[in-house]
């Protein structure tokens, strides 16, 4: 790291490392806020053993946990001047990285629990009860959904690549309105099994018939075989020719930004706090299935987006009033959390800029 005071020569961007693992949710949140920094990336892939379990008050700043690869690719890294990293398995890499480079900006996504001592900034969605604490912990900034990836830049090239393989299905862009609909599954929480992926297939299906609207449709890992069966038979009886679904299991290339960039309407499963935040940063109507208790972390983040306008319950009521379109400011949270990063490097001299 090096002082830009003392030289008149042009200065490098400050360096970023994000700190990723195979949780792909919380990846899209570290990845995106890096991104919208516009600076330099290089990213570190966590791998973890069964010590990872340990709770982190044990685990420290030690690389308990981590795989002997992952520990030393993160012990190699060259000294950055910001380090990202969401969720809590990841956090004591991240307080690794700050106790070798004490200089060093340490950016945590999500609350990682205690000890949160070594931590510069904690970004932490208001549908978290630890938000409330803000305004007695100057490092932690509080955002209305998850971070993420999606930008309209990302948006329009998405829908440019898959563009020509929805109209080679029948699903191209036309007249007729298409409806994107983002399936999760089942969580630690809570169950997402058959009769729920039937009951969101017919609720979709009634909602495209009244518009004649063709449905561009993913599953996702959590989703699981019979829930997907059960989806398509629905959609397969209910609207044959109108929809495309993508199965994740049978691989190839992944559509979900596609279907987020060209869809009128978007239908997320209520199960995934991510996918709920992404859909609503894309400026696009989007429709939840609640899935989830009144209480829930999931259900609080529903109502803000409802109380934002960006987004309605998907229900019956819904089906019948047949709303597809409105408008509503789009989520920025990662350029957010990216601004609150610019201010600290400003106010920190040891960092490149």
């Not at 510069?120 to 803000?134: F, G, Y």
């Not at 080679?168 to 999760?184: D, E, F, S, Y």
């Not at 038979?233 to 049978?250: E, I, M, S, Y």
């Not at 047949?322 to 789009?330: H, L, M, N």
Request: proline share 8%.
């Amino acid at each position: 790291m090096t002082d830009p005071r003392n030289t008149g020569q042009p200065q490098p961007q400050p360096h970023v490392c994000v700190l990723t693992d195979d949780r792909a949710g919380n990846n899209a949140q570290a990845l995106g806020v890096a991104e919208a920094l516009g600076w330099p990336i290089t990213e570190i892939r966590l791998s973890y053993t069964r010590l990872i379990r340990l709770p982190n008050l044990i685990r420290g700043t030690t690389t308990l946990g981590l795989s002997t690869s992952a520990a030393a690719a993160l012990d190699a890294v060259a000294a950055p001047d910001i380090a990202i990293a969401a969720g809590r398995r990841a956090t004591p890499a991240l307080r690794r990285l700050k106790r070798r480079f004490p200089q060093m900006i340490a950016v945590q996504i999500m609350w990682p629990g205690e000890p949160s001592r070594g931590l510069d900034l904690i970004a932490v969605p208001a549908h978290d009860r630890i938000a409330r604490e803000s305004d007695r912990d100057p490092r932690l900034l509080v955002t209305l959904g998850a971070p993420n990836r999606v930008t309209p830049a990302r948006l329009a090239e998405a829908a440019g690549s898959w563009e020509p393989r929805f109209a080679a299905a029948g699903m191209g862009a036309g007249k007729a309105p298409r409806i994107g609909l983002l399936v999760g599954g089942t969580t630690k929480r809570m169950p997402f099994g058959p009769e729920d992926g039937r009951h969101l297939a017919r609720l979709v299906a009634d909602l495209a018939a009244r518009h004649d609207a063709r449905i561009l449709a993913t599953n996702s890992r959590r989703s699981g075989a019979e829930v997907t069966a059960a989806l398509s038979d629905v959609l397969q009886a209910t609207r044959p020719g109108a929809f495309w679904l993508h199965d994740v299991a049978k691989g190839g290339d992944n559509p979900y930004f596609g279907i987020l960039g060209v869809a009128d309407l978007i239908v997320v499963t209520g199960d995934s706090m991510s996918m709920a935040s992404e859909a609503a940063s894309t400026g696009r109507p989007v429709a939840i299935l609640p899935i989830t208790g009144e209480a829930s972390k999931e259900a609080r983040l529903h109502r803000a987006l409802y109380a934002l306008g960006a987004a309605r319950p998907l229900d019956a009521d819904f089906v019948a009033r047949g709303e597809i379109a409105w408008r509503y400011p789009p989520l920025d949270d990662a350029q957010a959390v990216a601004a609150q990063i610019r201010r600290l490097v400003l106010a920190n001299p040891a960092v490149s800029r």
